[in-house]
């Protein structure tokens, strides 16, 4: 029931931009924090950002602070991810993740995302 897509993924070269959109159904979208983590190879899934239920707080990792920035639309019950300034390094596959009640937690199937020359 709980479904969450992500789109946006693709070929960027470094220093470019992207973003990354997760739609969410099948539950309260406002009662559920979001989040987006990444994988890449030979590396644990690591998060990126993360956003309450409301939007009223936002947490980044180090790596990305000042080049991602998430937002969330209560609305269309969408959660979105602007990348800037890109690096080999972001290269992965990004998740969108949703954490309800407090509690449970449900992926999405992933987008891939690489940044090369």
């Given amino acids: 029931q709980v479904q969450l897509v992500e789109s946006g993924g693709g070929l960027v070269q470094p220093g470019g931009s992207l973003r990354l959109s997760c739609a969410a159904s099948g539950f309260t979208f406002t009662n559920a924090a979001m989040s987006w983590y990444r994988q890449a190879p030979g590396k644990e899934r ?3 950002a993360a956003i309450t239920s409301l939007g009223s707080r936002i ?10 920035t ?6 269309q019950n969408t959660v979105a991810l602007q990348m800037n300034s890109l690096k080999p390094e972001d290269t992965a596959v990004y998740y969108c993740s949703a954490k309800l009640f407090g509690r449970y937690r449900y992926w999405g199937q992933g987008t891939q995302v690489t940044v090369s020359s």
């Fill in 46 to 48: 690591e998060l990126v």
């Fill in 59 to 68: 947490n980044y990792t180090d790596s990305v602070k000042g080049r991602f």
């Fill in 70 to 75: 998430i937002s969330r639309n209560n609305v």
